[in-house]
């Protein structure tokens, strides 16, 4: 058996996509789980999944994403069709373009196929209204994402947290030090909303980047003296004693790996913005929000 998910919008096909997969989880029990990605697509092992079964799992929910974009998977994957619309394992397709001799081959032998067009006009406005967003906020977020679900759904999230609610004279004025204290908490929703006032009121997404990556550096030293052992990390560290105990504090919540992978992902990002390679805010949104 399998499904077919396909449209430019990405957004309500990939949000299927996750439900049918939740649904399998909690309705049937004893089912193995794969996924697909067409970079990594293997035929014998495809042919594996197709028929197969193991000792310790009676079927397969297999996620197969954006793998008809390889010409050679395609041709394979319309040969066996037949052997899909016949084996006991779930099989689910998404894909952004499908050509339409393709989609009626999959029509003719698939359990279902569903396209997901770009929302426009009422139903673009029914959309938002059934995630509970009022209106004039949905206008203002249509105006500046139109059908594009996934830059509307991180506008709908900032209005969520207040973000795009609070009036600029309403807004607290900028601390630099209080998003460095929920990246120390690890509090996504207060950092997320720290950040989106501070834009607000001008203050360039650089210098937030640069705070964050000063209070990275904090965290990571207080503990690579901590793992060395050092019985006077205040001292060794050349910090400032009330911030020196803070990141002590702070860096319990963290393991030195993550410490290291944020400190190299945020001078990666500085260095490629420097060279005109991406987008600093863009990035460090990325960041904030992961």
Wanted: glycine share 6%.
């Amino acid at each position: 058996m399998f499904y077919l998910l396909y449209g430019q919008d990405t957004y309500r096909s990939k949000e299927k996509l996750n439900e049918l997969v939740s649904h399998f989880k909690t309705k049937v029990s004893g089912l193995g789980f794969f996924r697909i990605e067409g970079e990594n697509f293997n035929e014998a092992e495809f042919k594996e999944l197709l028929k197969g079964k193991t000792l310790f799992e009676k079927k397969y929910v297999v996620v197969c994403e954006r793998i008809l974009e390889n010409k050679e998977v395609l041709n394979f994957i319309l040969g066996s069709l037949g052997d899909l619309a016949k084996t006991d394992n779930m099989f689910l397709f998404l894909e952004e373009e499908t050509d339409e001799k393709i989609l009626e081959e999959f029509k003719k032998q698939a359990y279902k196929v569903q396209e997901y067009k770009p929302l426009d006009g009422v139903k673009l406005k029914a959309w938002f209204a059934a995630q509970k967003i009022p209106l004039n906020i949905a206008d203002e977020i249509i105006k500046k994402c139109g059908s594009d679900l996934w830059r509307a759904s991180k506008e709908i999230e900032k209005y969520q947290l207040g973000g795009l609610t609070a009036k600029l004279s309403e807004l607290p004025v900028y601390n630099p030090f209080a998003i460095c204290d929920a990246f120390a908490e690890k509090n996504k929703a207060k950092m997320w909303i720290i950040y989106q006032q501070a834009l607000r009121r001008g203050i360039p997404a650089d210098e937030v980047f640069f705070k964050i990556l000063w209070q990275v550096k904090n965290l990571l030293l207080v503990k690579k003296l901590a793992t060395a052992g050092v019985a006077d990390i205040t001292k060794e560290s050349g910090l400032k004693p009330f911030v020196a105990g803070k990141a002590i504090k702070a860096a319990k919540n963290f393991s030195e790996d993550e410490l290291i992978n944020y400190s190299y992902e945020m001078l990666k990002i500085y260095h490629e913005e420097r060279r005109g390679e991406l987008e600093l805010p863009i990035e460090f949104e990325k960041i904030l929000a992961r």
